[in-house]
């Protein structure tokens, strides 16, 4: 049977040339504009260029101007009887349609199984329905509606069943395949044909004579595309009437936009119907016939499954139900992808069989066949390995030996002798059932004849369609060989029964032309197209890679995106990946990256097309190919702003192949989300303050923390809701000891703590589980927080005397989602909390001192620092200050009068933050206090030369006594020298 590809190469070549001169176009189009402005005339101007969309949305379809044209075309002629016998002439095609995306609707006839009875549809066919018996006699065919709705009540196996029953003369749209701008039409053909019965002798040569069979596929409104009107005949096609008797297509085609002859490129290719004759010219050595005929089937003749003519076009997504009737007996449901026993079927006539014009019986007997399933893989036809990886010789269809001299009345005959795909019976040897060469059925031939062709797509990785193509095989009547037109009666002695793997494409054309289809069968068939090509990265500073989401953060408004692709597999025709920008307004479907049925429900959601590239082959990728598109964000008419910072872009894209001519289109990709990501602002220092813990009585109070305090306005925040936006900034919280070289990390903020959407007045709190610290947070108003940071007291536990190791740095950061950190502000103080130490060395009513130090890592002893007031309260209340001077040490003198009774001393707490009129620190931590009771001791300062009693006294007698001493050793010196 023929198996054949549209190129539609003009098509293309036009398409091409079109977008070659998209730039031109543009040009012209600013003159138009100019023009237009000057002569005031804008509303006579008709836009260039129109799209298929709305104005706005012009850019957002592939191509940019591009407009999906009307006009349907054939893409694919998949199973076709195009070998006919003039008395069971019938028409039976299964093939796909292009036509502009949902320019079909299949609700057009109402509910499943019902018809189109007066042209509402916006899709027909006419075809020639005498051919050269009279060329210009066209029958109109309506259209069967047999997809279930899925709002309504049917089984999802009703239409499939109903098309399996159909009789008339119908055709079907058994599914609907989106790809781009266009649809891809799954539609089956079954109708009737009256081609002449006797015919001139050439007719009735081996192989048959070309018959002219047009096909006109017609969309959009009937009314007036087609017109069949002439004086004296007022009949139109939207009237109802199915036939017109006079359609010249030259000049009744009155919407050639609207209206192709879908056989057009079979005839030019040579793939013309072939016209055998029923009967046979002449007798015994000049005996001319057209060769043997595969029964095609009508009615229910041979009784199929269903009761009709379910072997073509039968659709096995859905499993059929049971049936039984008394010609069938019952026949078993099945699963989805199974079709029932008894679907399909095999009879070969031979009109030879007459001993009176064929005394001799050469070529008379075709009692025996070949079969093979074959189906689309990529496009190409390939043996089923799994039911049939080789064509298959069934022996003994009866009645033998062959009586028949004409196939005219023979329904009958082939309703008793078929061959059907049923385990063998004794009285019908010669059924159809798959078995390997011990006899086993094969994995996808079902014990009772069922056929699976779920199982048989699944281990081929096959498109979905499946023709069974039958060869005769013919003796003479004496069993010899038979050797007229071997070709036509024993094609495997021309090496043209079946196909192999491995088998050239030509090889394969040429046998499967020489068989007949005569069965056919649909399991999820989808137009082969490019694999989806996938989003691995969105360029970056860093990485790139999308995370988990599909998401990356990047500082770039015009980054590259790039990902995997499939290359295709003919370098002269490469597969090309189309990258598209979300249109905010038109928001991308989710449902478009989970490869449904309808590729995108309207072209709107696809976005603004950013640029195209071939899919360079990549041994690295696991699809085999790589490719990368910059987003220069020069794409995005108004009023779409681009990329902006704090904003975000989706971006899909789809795989296109050129090697059909038609461009299909894969799915879209998976969504892949760029954030915009600007530098975060620095934190505002001046709104720092720290808040120092002060020792009460010489320790600090339980609990006791250094506030450390603030305000931050991140420039990113989050949605509460986890809405489609850039997560938040996060805050870093550190500091530093003066004297250390490395920052310690108090609190990061986690995701999400900013939260837009928050109202003013909203407290909220973090905690940094590596160092336990919380940091408390209150929005001020729109993106301004207030936080709020206790310290803990240990923290701060580095001094050891000098005074730098109490001054500490402490900084924030806010770090951007991209982890890039802004630069730091902070604030430094000195943090002085380590208690102070009083110590009496003298309490006497004359004079009260001391030391003051602290303690340092448990005993080693620091004098206090210089200045730091020490606060002394006498007996009588009365209070004295002094000031720490030289290592630590203090002192004070009572007050007059004052002589006994008990004192206290203490440094007392301060500000810890504010400093004396000359700058000076004031300590800020209170002592515990010391206390003693004033002694009394005998006082010096009254002895003579002294100035003051009693001690003034004794100076004065100590010198008068050290005199007379001296007096009396003078004198003694003096007496001796006399002597």
């Given at each position: 049977?023929?198996?054949?590809?549209?190129?539609?190469?003009?098509?293309?070549?036009?398409?091409?040339?079109?977008?070659?001169?998209?730039?031109?176009?543009?040009?012209?189009?600013?003159?138009?504009?100019?023009?237009?402005?000057?002569?005031?005339?804008?509303?006579?101007?008709?836009?260039?260029?129109?799209?298929?969309?709305?104005?706005?949305?012009?850019?957002?379809?592939?191509?940019?101007?591009?407009?999906?044209?009307?006009?349907?075309?054939?893409?694919?002629?998949?199973?076709?009887?195009?070998?006919?016998?003039?008395?069971?002439?019938?028409?039976?095609?299964?093939?796909?349609?292009?036509?502009?995306?949902?320019?079909?609707?299949?609700?057009?006839?109402?509910?499943?199984?019902?018809?189109?009875?007066?042209?509402?549809?916006?899709?027909?066919?006419?075809?020639?329905?005498?051919?050269?018996?009279?060329?210009?006699?066209?029958?109109?065919?309506?259209?069967?509606?047999?997809?279930?709705?899925?709002?309504?009540?049917?089984?999802?196996?009703?239409?499939?069943?109903?098309?399996?029953?159909?009789?008339?003369?119908?055709?079907?749209?058994?599914?609907?395949?989106?790809?781009?701008?266009?649809?891809?039409?799954?539609?089956?053909?079954?109708?009737?044909?009256?081609?002449?019965?006797?015919?001139?002798?050439?007719?009735?040569?081996?192989?048959?004579?070309?018959?002219?069979?047009?096909?006109?596929?017609?969309?959009?409104?009937?009314?007036?595309?087609?017109?069949?009107?002439?004086?004296?005949?007022?009949?139109?096609?939207?009237?109802?009437?199915?036939?017109?008797?006079?359609?010249?297509?030259?000049?009744?085609?009155?919407?050639?936009?609207?209206?192709?002859?879908?056989?057009a490129s079979l005839a030019a290719d040579g793939k013309y119907i072939k016209l055998f004759m029923g009967d046979c010219l002449g007798k015994g050595a000049d005996l001319q016939c057209s060769g043997p005929y595969s029964w095609v089937g009508w009615d229910n003749n041979p009784l199929l499954y269903g009761g009709?003519?379910?072997?073509?076009?039968?659709?096995?997504?859905?499993?059929?139900?049971?049936?039984?009737?008394?010609?069938?007996?019952?026949?078993?449901?099945?699963?989805?992808?199974?079709?029932?026993?008894?679907?399909?079927?095999?009879?070969?006539?031979?009109?030879?069989?007459?001993?009176?014009?064929?005394?001799?019986?050469?070529?008379?007997?075709?009692?025996?066949?070949?079969?093979?399933?074959?189906?689309?893989?990529?496009?190409?036809?390939?043996?089923?390995?799994?039911?049939?990886?080789?064509?298959?010789?069934?022996?003994?269809?009866?009645?033998?030996?062959?009586?028949?001299?004409?196939?005219?009345?023979?329904?009958?005959?082939?309703?008793?002798?078929?061959?059907?795909?049923?385990?063998?019976?004794?009285?019908?040897?010669?059924?159809?059932?798959?078995?390997?060469?011990?006899?086993?059925?094969?994995?996808?031939?079902?014990?009772?004849?069922?056929?699976?062709?779920?199982?048989?797509?699944?281990?081929?990785?096959?498109?979905?369609?499946?023709?069974?193509?039958?060869?005769?095989?013919?003796?003479?009547?004496?069993?010899?060989?038979?050797?007229?037109?071997?070709?036509?009666?024993?094609?495997?002695?021309?090496?043209?029964?079946?196909?192999?793997?491995?088998?050239?494409?030509?090889?394969?054309?040429?046998?499967?032309?020489?068989?007949?289809?005569?069965?056919?069968?649909?399991?999820?068939?989808?137009?082969?197209?490019?694999?989806?090509?996938?989003?691995?990265?969105?360029?970056?500073?860093?990485?790139?890679?999308?995370?988990?989401?599909?998401?990356?953060?990047?500082?770039?408004?015009?980054?590259?995106?790039?990902?995997?692709?499939?290359?295709?597999?003919?370098?002269?025709?490469?597969?090309?990946?189309?990258?598209?920008?979300?249109?905010?307004?038109?928001?991308?479907?989710?449902?478009?990256?989970?490869?449904?049925?309808?590729?995108?429900?309207?072209?709107?959601?696809?976005?603004?097309?950013?640029?195209?590239?071939?899919?360079?082959?990549?041994?690295?990728?696991?699809?085999?190919?790589?490719?990368?598109?910059?987003?220069?964000?020069?794409?995005?008419?108004?009023?779409?702003?681009?990329?902006?910072?704090?904003?975000?872009?989706?971006?899909?894209?789809?795989?296109?192949?050129?090697?059909?001519?038609?461009?299909?289109?894969?799915?879209?990709?998976?969504?892949?989300?760029?954030?915009?990501?600007?530098?975060?602002?620095?934190?505002?220092?001046?709104?720092?303050?720290?808040?120092?813990?002060?020792?009460?009585?010489?320790?600090?109070?339980?609990?006791?923390?250094?506030?450390?305090?603030?305000?931050?306005?991140?420039?990113?925040?989050?949605?509460?809701?986890?809405?489609?936006?850039?997560?938040?900034?996060?805050?870093?919280?550190?500091?530093?000891?003066?004297?250390?070289?490395?920052?310690?990390?108090?609190?990061?903020?986690?995701?999400?703590?900013?939260?837009?959407?928050?109202a003013a007045g909203t407290t909220s709190s973090v905690s940094d589980s590596t160092t336990g610290l919380t940091l408390s947070l209150t929005k001020t108003a729109d993106s301004n927080w207030s936080w709020s940071?206790?310290?803990?007291?240990?923290?701060?536990?580095?001094?050891?005397?000098?005074?730098?190791?109490?001054?500490?740095?402490?900084?924030?950061?806010?770090?951007?989602?991209?982890?890039?950190?802004?630069?730091?502000?902070?604030?430094?103080?000195?943090?002085?909390?380590?208690?102070?130490?009083?110590?009496?060395?003298?309490?006497?009513?004359?004079?009260?001192?001391?030391?003051?130090?602290?303690?340092?890592?448990?005993?080693?002893?620091?004098?206090?620092?210089?200045?730091?007031?020490?606060?002394?309260?006498?007996?009588?209340?009365?209070?004295?200050?002094?000031?720490?001077?030289?290592?630590?040490?203090?002192?004070?003198?009572?007050?007059?009068?004052?002589?006994?009774?008990?004192?206290?001393?203490?440094?007392?707490?301060?500000?810890?933050?504010?400093?004396?009129?000359?700058?000076?620190?004031?300590?800020?931590?209170?002592?515990?206090?010391?206390?003693?009771?004033?002694?009394?001791?005998?006082?010096?300062?009254?002895?003579?030369?002294?100035?003051?009693?009693?001690?003034?006294?004794?100076?004065?007698?100590?010198?008068?006594?050290?005199?007379?001493?001296?007096?009396?050793?003078?004198?003694?010196?003096?007496?001796?020298?006399?002597?």
């Amino acid at each position: 049977m023929i198996s054949l590809w549209f190129g539609g190469g003009g098509i293309v070549l036009k398409r091409l040339q079109e977008r070659n001169n998209r730039g031109s176009l543009h040009a012209r189009r600013s003159i138009i504009v100019v023009l237009v402005a000057l002569l005031a005339t804008l509303a006579m101007v008709v836009p260039l260029g129109l799209s298929a969309l709305s104005a706005s949305q012009a850019n957002a379809i592939d191509g940019q101007d591009e407009t999906a044209s009307r006009k349907p075309l054939l893409y694919r002629m998949m199973g076709y009887n195009n070998k006919v016998d003039a008395w069971q002439d019938e028409l039976r095609m299964d093939f796909i349609l292009r036509v502009k995306h949902n320019e079909f609707d299949p609700s057009c006839a109402n509910g499943t199984g019902g018809a189109d009875t007066q042209g509402n549809c916006r899709l027909a066919f006419v075809y020639q329905y005498k051919g050269s018996d009279n060329a210009s006699y066209y029958r109109r065919i309506k259209y069967l509606n047999t997809i279930a709705s899925a709002s309504s009540s049917d089984q999802p196996w009703s239409g499939a069943y109903k098309w399996a029953q159909n009789r008339d003369e119908y055709f079907t749209v058994h599914t609907i395949i989106n790809s781009g701008l266009y649809d891809y039409l799954t539609v089956s053909i079954e109708g009737d044909l009256a081609f002449k019965n006797s015919a001139d002798v050439p007719y009735y040569q081996p192989g048959g004579a070309v018959e002219p069979l047009n096909i006109y596929a017609v969309v959009g409104q009937q009314n007036g595309a087609l017109s069949c009107r002439s004086p004296g005949n007022s009949w139109n096609w939207y009237s109802g009437i199915d036939d017109c008797t006079i359609f010249n297509p030259e000049t009744m085609i009155n919407a050639p936009d609207r209206v192709s002859n879908i056989t057009a490129s079979l005839a030019a290719d040579g793939k013309y119907i072939k016209l055998f004759m029923g009967d046979c010219l002449g007798k015994g050595a000049d005996l001319q016939c057209s060769g043997p005929y595969s029964w095609v089937g009508w009615d229910n003749n041979p009784l199929l499954y269903g009761g009709n003519q379910s072997n073509w076009g039968m659709v096995t997504d859905y499993g059929f139900p049971n049936y039984s009737s008394l010609g069938t007996g019952a026949i078993a449901g099945t699963a989805p992808g199974t079709a029932p026993a008894r679907s399909f079927f095999v009879y070969w006539l031979n009109a030879r069989g007459s001993t009176v014009y064929n005394p001799d019986g050469i070529c008379s007997e075709t009692n025996s066949y070949y079969y093979q399933w074959v189906a689309l893989k990529d496009g190409q036809w390939v043996p089923v390995d799994e039911l049939t990886p080789e064509p298959v010789l069934v022996t003994g269809q009866q009645p033998s030996p062959n009586t028949v001299t004409t196939t005219s009345g023979k329904q009958f005959q082939a309703s008793n002798y078929s061959a059907f795909n049923v385990p063998k019976q004794p009285k019908n040897p010669n059924e159809m059932f798959a078995t390997d060469k011990d006899g086993n059925p094969m994995p996808a031939q079902k014990a009772d004849g069922g056929i699976d062709f779920k199982e048989a797509k699944a281990k081929q990785d096959l498109d979905g369609y499946f023709k069974m193509v039958t060869w005769p095989v013919t003796t003479n009547r004496d069993g010899s060989a038979c050797t007229v037109g071997p070709e036509v009666y024993n094609p495997e002695r021309k090496g043209l029964v079946g196909i192999r793997d491995g088998m050239n494409s030509s090889d394969i054309e040429r046998n499967l032309s020489a068989g007949w289809t005569i069965n056919s069968a649909f399991y999820k068939y989808d137009v082969p197209r490019p694999k989806d090509p996938t989003i691995t990265n969105i360029q970056n500073d860093a990485d790139g890679s999308l995370d988990a989401s599909g998401s990356v953060y990047t500082s770039k408004l015009d980054p590259v995106v790039s990902g995997e692709c499939t290359p295709s597999k003919d370098p002269a025709h490469p597969n090309k990946v189309v990258l598209y920008g979300e249109d905010p307004a038109n928001p991308i479907s989710d449902e478009q990256s989970q490869n449904g049925g309808d590729l995108v429900k309207t072209a709107d959601t696809w976005g603004f097309k950013l640029g195209e590239v071939e899919c360079k082959v990549d041994p690295k990728s696991k699809q085999g190919g790589s490719w990368q598109i910059q987003d220069t964000n020069k794409q995005y008419p108004s009023p779409d702003p681009g990329n902006k910072y704090d904003g975000y872009r989706r971006y899909h894209a789809w795989e296109i192949e050129s090697t059909s001519g038609f461009g299909l289109t894969s799915f879209f990709s998976n969504i892949g989300t760029a954030y915009f990501v600007s530098g975060e602002n620095v934190p505002d220092a001046s709104k720092f303050s720290v808040t120092v813990p002060h020792t009460v009585n010489g320790s600090l109070p339980e609990g006791s923390v250094v506030v450390f305090k603030g305000e931050v306005s991140p420039v990113y925040t989050a949605w509460s809701s986890g809405k489609l936006g850039m997560t938040d900034s996060r805050m870093a919280i550190s500091m530093k000891q003066k004297t250390a070289s490395d920052w310690t990390s108090l609190v990061t903020t986690p995701a999400n703590t900013f939260q837009r959407d928050a109202a003013a007045g909203t407290t909220s709190s973090v905690s940094d589980s590596t160092t336990g610290l919380t940091l408390s947070l209150t929005k001020t108003a729109d993106s301004n927080w207030s936080w709020s940071l206790n310290i803990p007291a240990d923290k701060f536990s580095g001094y050891n005397g000098g005074d730098e190791t109490q001054m500490y740095d402490f900084q924030v950061e806010m770090i951007n989602p991209m982890n890039i950190r802004s630069a730091p502000a902070s604030i430094e103080r000195k943090v002085d909390i380590t208690p102070t130490t009083l110590t009496l060395e003298r309490y006497d009513v004359f004079q009260v001192a001391g030391k003051a130090y602290k303690y340092v890592n448990g005993d080693t002893k620091v004098p206090e620092t210089k200045g730091t007031v020490v606060h002394v309260i006498w007996p009588d209340n009365t209070g004295t200050d002094v000031t720490v001077g030289d290592q630590g040490l203090w002192q004070a003198t009572p007050p007059e009068g004052v002589n006994q009774g008990r004192f206290t001393a203490q440094v007392l707490s301060d500000d810890a933050e504010s400093a004396d009129p000359k700058g000076g620190f004031q300590g800020g931590n209170q002592s515990a206090s010391v206390s003693h009771a004033l002694e009394f001791r005998p006082s010096n300062s009254a002895l003579p030369l002294t100035g003051g009693w009693p001690l003034s006294v004794l100076k004065i007698l100590l010198l008068v006594a050290l005199g007379l001493a001296g007096f009396v050793a003078c004198l003694r010196n003096r007496q001796e020298s006399r002597h």
